[in-house]
């Protein structure tokens, strides 16, 4: 069963943004622009979405997948769109979850340095809110679905616009979503400074440095630093998807369906 996101501009166009192997998707947007959700080129296709369902296999233990990241990081956006890819497949069998890099530093507007600037922090707090009070219920196959898509729609465009709260809107809802009161306040407020603080000092206690660093079981497994380094099993979709299967199979000591594999893979 296929359960893409479609990035904006329809199946054909995300299909080929998904395949470059190196850089972000590109796009016809000019920086004065704002994606319009009520337009058709911006439309999600409801049969294509990721949506949250419920299956026998939400009780089984997930495998945890964290992506070390910076939200205006070229290779952020990269990893975060061959990943939804591996979701694709595996979706279902993940926990997966996005960590920011930066450095602590009490002198910053939100108490921490990021790299490509303060509108950083606020694109890493956005995404951080969201996936807060955006996360379905655990019982739910795939609970992250929602925050996620959000994730892939900021990311479509120049990274310069990230951080935007005309974009972050849009995207709320491109995703069906709106834009509220809890999650303007989390970000606006010490909630959303106190969440970033959190997750660079997991990402400082995990070791990353490097965005973006994939982890899988918590193992760093491939980073993307200009191009994919430090991959002992791969870097492609298959190759992370072969490593989260593997995961999952020691995680729950099963073997799997060949039949319920073919399905995914469909």
């Known amino acids: 069963m296929r359960l893409l996101l479609l990035a904006l501009l329809g199946s054909s166009t995300l299909s080929l943004s998904l395949a470059l192997p190196s850089t972000p998707a590109s796009t016809s947007l ?30 089984s233990t997930k495998v945890p997948v964290t992506l070390g990241v910076m939200s205006k990081c070229p290779d952020a956006q990269v990893c975060e769109i061959l990943f939804d ?98 999650i303007e306040h989390c970000v606006s407020s010490d909630e959303g400074a106190e969440l970033l603080q959190e997750s660079v000092k997991k990402a400082k206690a995990m070791s990353l440095v490097k965005s973006c660093t994939v982890v899988i079981g918590g193992k760093a497994v491939c980073i993307h630093d200009g191009t994919w380094k430090q991959c002992p099993e791969g870097h492609e979709v298959g190759d992370f998807t072969r490593q989260i299967k593997a995961e999952y199979k020691r995680l729950n000591q099963v073997d799997y369906n060949s039949e319920a594999d073919a399905d995914e893979e469909e």
């Open 30 to 59: 000019q920086p004065d622009e704002q994606p319009n959700p009520h337009s058709p080129s911006f439309a999600l296709q409801p049969d294509a979405l990721r949506l949250p369902t419920f299956d026998a296999s939400a009780s």
């Open 85 to 182: 890819r591996v979701l694709d497949q595996v979706g279902s069998m993940v926990d997966i979850s996005l960590t920011y890099i930066g450095s602590i530093d009490k002198e910053d507007k939100y108490g921490v340095h990021c790299m490509h600037g303060e509108s950083e922090c606020l694109g890493n707090i956005q995404q951080l809110c969201v996936a807060k009070y955006w996360q379905g219920p655990s019982g739910e196959v795939n609970p992250w679905a929602d925050w996620w898509n959000f994730v892939q729609c900021v990311n479509y465009g120049p990274t310069s616009r990230i951080g935007s709260e005309d974009l972050a809107k849009s995207c709320a809802k491109v995703v069906k979503h709106e834009w509220n009161h809890q």
